[in-house]
């Protein structure tokens, strides 16, 4: 799977869009864009993921370079709630199960 | 998604005891499932993938007859960790996929020996 890199930490208002970048210079052409957040002391949680289109959920929107180099994951209207750490994570998709391998992750706090 | 259910959330033990940690996967069949550890300040990192009916298959370095893994079922794995000291004191987390999708994971379990 190829390597990701994310800043260490980001600060963002409340009620602000939140754009977290993840640069992925290695990435193949059958590798996925995953992004999941942990948030303290629970289990991490799957928000979104993509091959080359950007992607919308209820979530976020997911916005990948034309190169697939790089992308960012977009929170549109930040709350407290939203504070975590947001991993992005690339690996194959298709075929049987495969575990992940994260990475040290954006810790992002969400400012009143 | 998938729901994960994982137990117990925490739990203290004494060391040299052993203490199982149960996961379950609650509206799919999972054939794969994958326990992490995560230490204070620190990311996941895998442990060991679990299929059912067969061995378990261990990262490097853990221990296989100290994390005793068994998925007897399509929708129970459960993690041993036999006779624990305070070093194995962890947050312990597993996970599920349906084949090479995105991954669900349980609430984790916050192991403490004392």
């Known amino acids: 799977d190829a390597k990701t890199t994310q800043p260490t930490s980001m600060d963002c208002a409340e009620g602000r869009a939140a754009n977290l970048p993840c640069n992925h210079s290695?990435?193949?052409?059958?590798?996925?864009v995953y992004w999941y957040r942990q948030i303290h002391s629970q289990g991490p949680q799957y928000i979104i993921h993509?091959?080359?289109n950007n992607e919308t959920n209820e979530m976020a929107s997911l916005i990948i370079t034309e190169d697939r180099k790089s992308s960012t994951l977009i929170l549109p209207h930040a709350t407290l709630r939203d504070t975590a750490v947001y991993y992005c994570?690339?690996?194959?998709?298709?075929?049987?199960?495969?575990?992940?391998?994260f990475g040290s992750g954006t810790q992002l706090t969400v400012l009143p | 998604g998938a729901v994960v259910s994982q137990h117990p959330s925490w739990v203290i033990c004494k060391s040299g005891t052993s203490v199982k940690i149960e996961c379950r996967s609650l509206?799919?069949?999972?054939?794969?499932m994958f326990w992490y550890r995560q230490f204070p300040k620190q990311s996941l990192m895998l442990m060991a993938t679990?299929?059912?009916?067969?061995?378990?298959?261990?990262e490097q370095g853990v221990e296989k007859d100290k994390f005793l893994i068994n998925h007897a079922s399509l929708t129970l794995s459960t993690l041993t960790v036999t006779s624990a000291h305070p070093e194995d004191s962890s947050f312990y987390i597993c996970?599920?996929?349906?084949?090479?999708?995105?991954?669900?994971f349980g609430q984790g379990t916050r192991l403490t020996v004392v």
């Open positions: 996970s599920v996929s349906r084949g090479g999708t995105e991954a669900f």
């Open positions: 290695t990435i193949s052409g059958n590798e996925y």
């Open positions: 993509g091959l080359k």
């Open positions: 994570i690339v690996r194959a998709g298709g075929g049987s199960a495969r575990q992940l391998t």
């Open positions: 509206d799919f069949q999972a054939t794969t």
């Open positions: 679990s299929n059912e009916g067969s061995k378990a298959t261990y």
